[in-house]
Structure formats: C-alpha cells, structure tokens
C-alpha cells in the first residue's frame, strides 16, 4: 500500500498523466477513495467501480502500462471539485477521450467520475 | 482518426431454444462480406444497420451487433489482423484456435456474447492467428514455426500499446500463448487455457486418427464437416452447420486448412512449460469432444501456479455453448471479482418492511428477544408465500416474489406474526425489475418501495396503484391512499392500501342494499340471472341468442342502473335478494 500522498493540482495531473506515472497519480487519492467509469460497457446504472487507493493505483498502473500518448487539455477547478479532459492514442491510431470529474477532501480525490468513449 | 463500426441487426438470444430458432445463415441475405476494413479507411456507409434474418418476423429477437473495427499489425514480413473491442484497465489478448475468421464470427450469437462479457471488464484484443481468415497465409512448403507466432502475438501487442497482458488462448491459441508466456514472462500478465494443450499428438490425435482427419479435411473442407468433430451437439443444427461451413471457407483453402492442420498436428510445448511463471487459468469442459479434458488435466500438474476448472459441456471452441461460465470463471481469474451478467434483471414484485417499534409493552420478554424470534420467522413466511426474503441491516426486509398478491399475502402474515411479538413494522410493496443475483438488492424499484414503507401509517400496508392492479381476480381489495413524490420519478405515485377484510362485495354495501331491481329490463334482469350464475359475456350471448357485444352491453347498462362497480357486486346484490 502506497501511504505517500500529494495534493492534487491540475498542472500535477496533467504531468503525472502525460508522462504516464502511475505512482504520481495514486498519490492524489485519498485512501478511503471510489472511481466510477462510466463507458458504453458500463452504462450509468452499473458503473464500474474502483474502490481505495491499493485498487486504484494498479488501476493507473495498467493504464500507464500501455505505451499510449495521453494529453490533458482542459482543467477546471472549483472549490473542491475538478475536472480535466483526457485524449489519448495507441500506437495504432486508435483514439480514447474521457472526461473525469473530481471531489476533493483536504487536497486529495475522494471521489472520481470518468466517462470515455473509444475507436472500436 | 475516427473509424466507423459496422453496425447489423442479428438474431441473438440467450437460450439454447431461442438460438437454434433465430439462428439463419445471413450468407443468403447479407450476401458475402469481404474483409474490407484496415486502419488506414474508414469504412463507408457504417451507420446503416443491415438485417440478416430471412424472417422479418425474427427482428424482434435481434439487437444490434457491432463489428469491431479490423487493424492490421506487422510481424515481420506477415500482416497479422486483430481488433481492439472494450477499454477497461487490463488487456487480454485472445488468441483463438482454427478455423476463425475475427469478422464473421461476430454473426454467431454466442461469440458477440463471449466477447461482449469479456470486453465489459478488459481491452479484449482478438488476435487473428496467422493462416486464418483475415491474416497473411502460412507457407504450405515450410515447416511450422511455432516461434513466428508467438511474435505475431507480440506484434499485435506492441501496436494496440499493450506493455503486460493477461492472454487467453482457446484450442490451438493456448499452445501459443503457454509460448508466448514462457519467451515474454515481463509481458505476461496471467494465462486463461480454455480446451488446451501442450501436446497434440498426445491429447488430441495420433498419427493415424491425424491422417484419416487430413484426408477428411481435404475432400470436405467448407461444407462445415469439422462441425461433428469439434461441436457435435451443434450439427445436427443444419441453419448453424451451415453457418460453420461458411466459417470454414472464410477462415482457409482446403490448401491452407491443410497447412493449419499440419501445424496444429506439430505442436509439443511440453518443453516450454517449466519457464512459464504467470499465473495459470485451465478452463476445460469436461466432455470436450476434440480435446480430451485429460489435457486440461496435464498441463495443470505440468504448470507451476495453474489452478483446473472443469466446466460441463461438450463444445471445443471456446465460444460456443455455456460462454457465461467461461467469463464468469475468467473475469473472477483475472480482476478477482465476479460481475453479475447484464439482462439478469427479472420482474417481480418487491415487499420492504420495517420495524418501526413496539406495539405490545406488556410482553415480559424483551425487544431484542421478540426480533429474533422475528427474525426467524421472516424467512419461513417469505418462502411460505413463494419470497426471498433478505434482511438489509438490523429492522429492514427486502423480499422478491413472483407476484403482487403473494408478496400481499406474505405482508399479511408477516404483520400478524409482528403483532404476536408486540412489533410494529411498516410495510410497502411495488412491482419492477431488479437483478436477484445483486447483494444486497437494490434498483430503483426498490427504493420505490422502500418509499412507499416509510409513508404507511402504523401496521398498514401500503402498495403501488400498479401492484395493485396486477392482483385483479384475488379478492384482495384497497384503498386509495393518494400519491406520494419518489426522488427520480417525473410524477407522484398514486398508491393504495391493502383493506383490512376479504370480501368480494364491494366495502361500501349501503348502496347496493338501496339498488332496485325494478329499474332493470326484462332483457337486463335475465343477463343479471346468468351473471349471478357466474356465466361470462360469451356464454350469456349463446345462452340468449345474442352477440357478445350486446351482452357486455346489457351488463354495463346494468352496472350503470343499479350503481354497481363491478358484475360480481352485482351477482353478490342477486344472491342477497335470492336469500332475504
């Protein structure tokens, strides 16, 4: 279990995504943290849910794994809430693009929503 | 650059009925399709659906079925054709075993189910081996290279930007990924072998019952032949053999089925088996018709972390017969955790009670004691009345049953054995679809009644105007209570409480003491003899001469004279005159 926490900005979002660091990221969530995907395989009433930061960080694990381009455009922040747009690529030319909104509690995510839709 | 799908109506259900029912072989409608995608054009026309049924009447079985889109990845000299379908966190790449074919395998119901299970969960990536359907040909002439295929996979990997997955190899494609395994264990993630091997000459076929196959193959390849061998429950289905000779045609030549024989019949991965350190999933069924589950068996002693699941059924290829197992089985390998099939929602008529308090101070045992006396009880009375009930936290009881009038009854008895207790629950009943399978329940027809529980006044219960009028007929009887808003839904929900009594006379009989069969027609008051007789509308119309029509006439006129609100008050007002 990763117990190194950094408070989340969006300048370190978009580093920690763009240079596909997986530790980065799992620094941002709180401990007790869900991320919800919403996707055309997950619809809305059954999204699919990643629960604490352990389940979470093997989750950017695996993302950062694939040796994709990702680029963070836009991030808003308000308060405790954020949100950014992700466009990624794979070395095929197949495209992603998601939008995570964020709930922050002292600094961290304790809350995550992505919605994505890809080239299939 | 955006790709278009291709999007097509297909016969699809989920029984083995339903399957051989909407099954047609769509090469007589749909025409032969050419593998035209790649990555480089987009496919023209995507968005029109294209129906494949002969029957029109076989479109309501059907929903849409997407093909995903075909890229090419460069092993070697060797263009070898994969797909990417699903974008969940983890990769799996499925290397399938002869014949395939990775766009009209879409058409067979079964295989769009597998995938779509699988791709709920992962990034499946569909490997077309090299030989088959829309991948670059094996030479005839040269020697199997177990090697070049196992680079194919890692082709495949390195241009869909996997760095570690989990391979799932089916048939032959487990031999390729245990060897994919053993050469690339930094890129392996875990294996899934569904009807595997590790020899073939050991667990599929000698060299005689090899050679007696080839010569088989060559005079029948692409009339579905190989069907028997590798499916046989299947084959006696003529729209899906068919089918699978179609598949047979666009997978290979007869030549070139000849050379994937060959290859397959070279297979001996035995070697490669100490090297292989990922974790192991051996999925076999235990009848496999091609590939005797004593494979299965030996490579899971041969495998240092292998863990053998014997599934029931007989079919080789991996997407064909019970797929839901295969991904329940897998998913729970791989993520561990096992997702409830989607469409698993059933209807049915949810009861939620509550405990709300003590009704009987007066009891010497104490509340705690009486709730587990409760609590015992709960679960007998739900059966007893055809329910599950489930208890959600300490004073809450979901329960699901097959219809309103039992999860009324089940209400009945459970308030009078709280009563026993001295306990006060509330009660509220509503009918909608929920998933059983889900732990605890939950869905929006659930919170509806959960709802309507906390809106009852003391040991009432309460049910939706929907459940309620799904019970006509069982001498239930209720009372309008209003509406109350839900969070979610656009509009108040009427609802109604369960009266107190049975009976089949209406509550309010003053009036129907006060009608007056003087009013009534001579022709009237004969239809009111047979109603109270309990004739329905077409025997009354026989019995008298007349049309249905008049009749239901006659017997609305009837209700309207005498004021009645249904024909069995109205039997009831004749009975009751008969006996004063």
Redesign the interface.
């Known amino acids: 279990m990763l117990t190194k926490t950094n408070k989340v900005t969006g300048a370190g979002i978009k580093r920690a995504i763009e240079a596909r660091d997986g530790r980065a990221l799992a620094s941002f969530y709180a401990d007790n943290a869900v991320t919800r995907i919403v ?1 055309r ?2 619809p809305p009433s ?1 999204p ?1 849910e990643i629960k604490g930061r352990g389940a979470i960080s ?2 950017w694990d ?2 950062c ?4 381009t990702h680029k963070v455009d836009v991030t808003l922040a308000d308060g405790d809430q954020m949100a950014f747009t992700q466009a990624c690529t ?7 693009f998601c939008i995570a909104l964020l709930k922050l509690e002292d600094g961290l995510i304790v809350d995550q929503t992505v919605v ?1 839709a ?3 | ?3 278009g ?1 291709v999007a097509r109506l297909h016969p699809s259900s989920d029984t083995a009925a339903g399957r051989s029912k909407a099954w047609t072989d769509p090469q007589t409608t749909a025409g032969r399709r050419e593998p035209s995608a790649n ?1 480089l054009t987009p496919i023209p026309s995507a968005t029109s659906p294209i129906s494949c049924y002969t029957s029109p009447s076989l479109v309501s079985w059907g929903r849409q079925v ?1 093909i ?2 075909t ?1 090419y ?1 460069l092993s070697a000299d060797a263009r070898i054709a994969y797909q ?8 799996l790449v499925l290397v399938p075993g002869f014949p395939s074919n990775l766009e009209i395998l879409w058409e067979d119901p079964d295989y769009g189910r597998l995938v ?1 299970r699988l ?3 992962a990034r499946l990536i569909l490997v077309e081996p090299r030989g088959s359907g829309l991948s670059d040909g094996l030479d005839p002439r040269a020697p199997p290279d177990p090697r070049a295929r196992v680079d194919d996979i890692r082709a495949v990997m ?7 997955a989990a391979l799932l190899g089916a048939s032959d494609g487990a031999a390729q990924a245990l060897l994919f395994a053993a050469t690339y264990p930094e890129r392996t993630r875990a294996l899934v072998l569904c009807g595997g091997y590790a020899s073939f000459a050991d667990a599929v076929a000698d060299a005689r019952r090899l050679r007696a196959q080839a010569e088989a193959g060559e005079v029948a390849w692409g009339t579905g032949a190989t069907l028997a061998r590798l499916a046989p429950g299947r084959a006696d289905d003529r729209a899906f053999a068919e089918w699978w000779g179609r598949l047979e045609r666009l997978s290979a030549s007869p030549t070139a089925a000849l050379t994937q024989m060959r290859a397959a019949a070279a297979i001996d991965v035995r070697g490669a088996l100490p090297a292989v350190a990922a974790p192991v999933l051996i999925l076999h069924r235990s009848d496999d018709a091609h590939v005797r589950v004593e494979a299965g068996r030996q490579l899971a002693r041969a495998l240092k972390e292998a863990r053998l699941v014997e599934l029931p059924g007989r079919e080789h290829p991996v997407w064909l017969g019970d797929v839901d197992a295969v991904a329940d089985v897998a998913e729970e390998f791989l993520t561990g955790e096992r997702s409830v099939a ?1 469409g698993d929602r059933v209807l049915a008529a949810l009861l939620v009670a509550r405990v709300v308090g003590t009704s009987g101070s007066q009891l010497a045992a104490g509340r705690e004691e009486r709730m587990d006396l409760f609590r015992e009880a709960v679960a007998k009375i739900a059966a007893r009345h055809g329910g599950d009930a489930r208890w959600a936290g300490a004073e809450r009881i979901d329960a699901l049953f097959s219809g309103a009038a039992r999860a009324a009854s089940c209400a009945v008895a459970l308030r009078e054995t709280a009563n026993s207790l001295g306990l006060a629950i509330s009660q509220g009943i509503h009918v909608g679809e929920i998933d059983p399978a889900r732990e605890p329940l939950a869905g929006e027809a659930l919170e509806v009644a959960e709802k309507i529980a906390a809106s009852t006044r003391q040991a009432e219960i309460l049910l939706t105007k929907l459940a309620s009028e799904l019970v006509s007929g069982s001498g239930l009887q209720f009372r309008d209570r209003g509406s109350i808003a839900v969070e979610g839904l656009r509009e108040p929900l009427a609802v109604v409480a369960l009266a107190a009594e049975r009976h089949l006379e209406p509550i309010n009989r003053g009036k129907a003491h006060a009608a007056d069969l003087g009013v009534l027609s001579a022709r009237e008051r004969e239809v009111l003899g047979l109603v109270a007789e309990g004739l329905s509308n077409p025997h009354i119309a026989v019995q008298l001469g007349l049309s249905e029509h008049t009749v239901k006439r006659h017997v609305a006129n009837i209700l309207l004279k005498l004021d009645m609100p249904t024909r069995a008050a109205a039997a009831g007002l004749v009975a009751r005159r008969a006996a004063q």
């Open positions: 996707d395989n997950n059954k699919r093997t989750f695996d993302i794994g694939r040796t994709m794979y070395p095929d030319g197949a495209k992603v994505q890809w080239d299939e | 650059m955006l790709l799908v990555a997407r995903a889109v890229r990845a990417a379908v699903g974008h969940g966190s983890l990769d779509r791709s709920a969960f390195d241009a869909a930007g996997c760095g570690r989607r």
